[in-house]
T-cell receptor, first 113, second 113 residues
């Protein structure tokens, strides 16, 4: 899973600030997924994107959260006006067009103080 | 009832023991079953991938799926201290790039030397 690159690995934000998490999928992968892991909870699906398209955002909170995967550059998960409850590990994953396997990155740990 | 239930743990065993990890699920649409291993502050790493009912063996690891009982298991033979990690079961209704994974909460395994 080292092929999926996430940054920053650790991010501290004060309440009300914005957090931007970046993800570069594995080489040759055009499908990107974001999952969130809250303390003592399993991973929860947030959003599935292909280049320039959001395919499934059924797991995204309705407010303050957005995701994009532009034609050029990494996928971005953006959290506006962060609150303490947003503190979690955010994992990006990617898969190939015909692949059944989803590969995860090392995660971005967000702490809201 | 949660879609995927996993024994909460933690679980501590002596080196060399056989470990049995289990998950139950309620969604009969799930057909693809996975086990991930996650070390502390790292991303999930795919261990086993199984389609439908049956057994799959890979080295010291065996995955079992019983769709009639909605029950999956991961067995680890000759457990090693390096197996100490959190184990997550995951499942999906579809394969390929559009497969949204539903995870259990994970169980933390400690193998004592």
């Amino acid at each position: 899973n080292a092929g999926v690159m996430q940054n920053p690995r650790h991010l501290v934000r004060r309440r009300g600030q914005e957090a931007r998490l970046r993800c570069s999928p594995m080489k040759g992968h055009s499908h990107v997924y974001w999952y969130r892991q809250l303390p003592e909870e399993g991973l929860k699906f947030m959003v599935y994107l292909q280049k320039e398209n959001i395919i499934d955002e059924s797991g995204m909170p309705k407010e303050r959260f957005s995701a994009e995967f532009p034609k050029e550059g990494p996928s971005i998960l953006r959290i506006q006006q962060v609150v303490r409850g947003d503190s979690a590990a955010y994992f990006c994953a990617s898969s190939a067009d015909r692949g059944n396997t989803i590969y995860f990155g090392e995660g971005s740990w967000l702490t809201v103080v | 009832q949660k879609e995927v239930e996993q024994d909460p743990g933690p679980l501590s065993v002596p080196e060399g023991a056989i470990v049995s990890l289990n998950c139950t699920y309620s969604n009969s649409a799930f057909q693809y079953f996975m086990w991930y291993r996650q070390y502390s502050r790292k991303g999930p790493e795919l261990l086993m991938y199984t389609y439908s009912s049956g057994n799959k063996e890979d080295g010291r690891f065996t995955a079992q799926v019983d769709k009639s009982s909605k029950y999956i298991s991961l067995f680890i033979r000759d457990s090693q201290p390096s197996d100490s990690a959190t184990y997550l079961c995951a499942m999906s209704a579809s394969a390929g790039a559009n497969s949204k994974l539903t995870f259990g909460k994970g169980i933390t395994l400690s193998v004592r030397p």
